[in-house]
């Protein structure tokens, strides 16, 4: 069964970590022709479009603010509507323009706690957007990332909320961080919010919910990752000789008893 480029690119560009997408396009555009860039660029938009995507600093771009009629992002708050430049990761073509939509009385709010509550807890890189929708609904995207290539890791903290005319809201957390320094590990956390009922709905409310679910969200990554060092590496530690230093596989291949049989094909 043959596999198109097409899809091999769609593959890798879909198991990339967010924060390291310029990377993956200029490793990329370097293996393949340029007859293949459309292709290659394809996949990256369907990424940023599906994940989000942070330009300059504090605008999202990601499928629930993308414009229908064109290939540029809403920004709710600013009114305007802007393209995304990947390799600088910056809006450009920004242009003043009317949601053809109604925003609900308590958006400016809103958006006046969502600003604070960045600012309270979120030490990292930190950018949100609300999107109004019908019947006085609101989508709100939330992202803190912190890139730090130089010491070999990236990690992306995103979570969305839905809240509808009625008070129902729910949500989903995602959380990914990548280390690759002589190695390559990565922590992949995805998982929805408790669904609750604000009964009177307003700016407060929905922050105090957004609050509590992601504190209750990074309790469970922290008791997941305590499990798995305190249990699951404790117990593969011991399985695993201490030599005390790192092992170089290509010159110490033969130095073994089963590298040995391989070498020596018995």
Do not use: C
């Not at 769609?10 to 396009?25: C, M, R, S, W, Y």
């Not at 009317?98 to 600003?115: A, M, R, T």
């Not at 839905?162 to 957390?173: A, H, L, P, Q, R």
């Amino acid at each position: 069964m043959s596999v198109t480029l097409g899809e091999i690119v769609g593959e890798l560009v879909k198991t990339a970590p967010l924060g390291e997408l310029g990377d993956v396009k200029a490793d990329l555009y370097a293996l393949a022709s340029d007859e293949n860039s459309a292709t290659i660029n394809d996949a990256l938009d369907r990424q940023i479009n599906e994940n989000g995507l942070v330009v300059s600093g504090n605008l999202i771009a990601s499928k629930l603010n993308k414009d229908t009629s064109s290939l540029k992002y809403w920004d709710y708050i600013g009114k305007k509507k802007f393209n995304v430049d990947l390799d600088t990761k910056r809006a450009i073509d920004i242009e003043p323009a009317l949601p053809g939509v109604e925003y609900p009385g308590y958006f400016e709010k809103l958006v006046e706690l969502l600003e604070q509550y960045g600012n309270d807890h979120y030490p990292s890189d930190y950018a949100y957007t609300v999107i109004p929708g019908p019947e006085n609904s609101v989508q709100i995207v939330i992202i803190g990332q912190k890139l730090n290539k130089s010491n070999f890791y990236t990690g992306m903290w995103k979570s969305v909320y839905s809240v509808d005319g009625s008070g129902k809201i729910e949500g989903n957390v995602k959380l990914d961080i990548h280390y690759y320094e002589d190695g390559n590990v990565r922590l992949d956390f995805d998982e929805a919010t408790e669904s609750a009922s604000l009964g009177e709905v307003s700016a407060s409310a929905i922050v105090n919910y957004i609050n509590k679910a992601e504190n209750d969200a990074t309790l469970k990554i922290l008791e997941d990752f305590t499990l798995l060092n305190q249990k699951y590496f404790k117990n593969l530690r011991r399985l695993l000789p201490v030599t005390k230093s790192k092992i170089n596989w290509g010159k110490a291949i033969g130095a073994y008893r089963l590298g040995s049989d391989v070498v020596n094909k018995k």
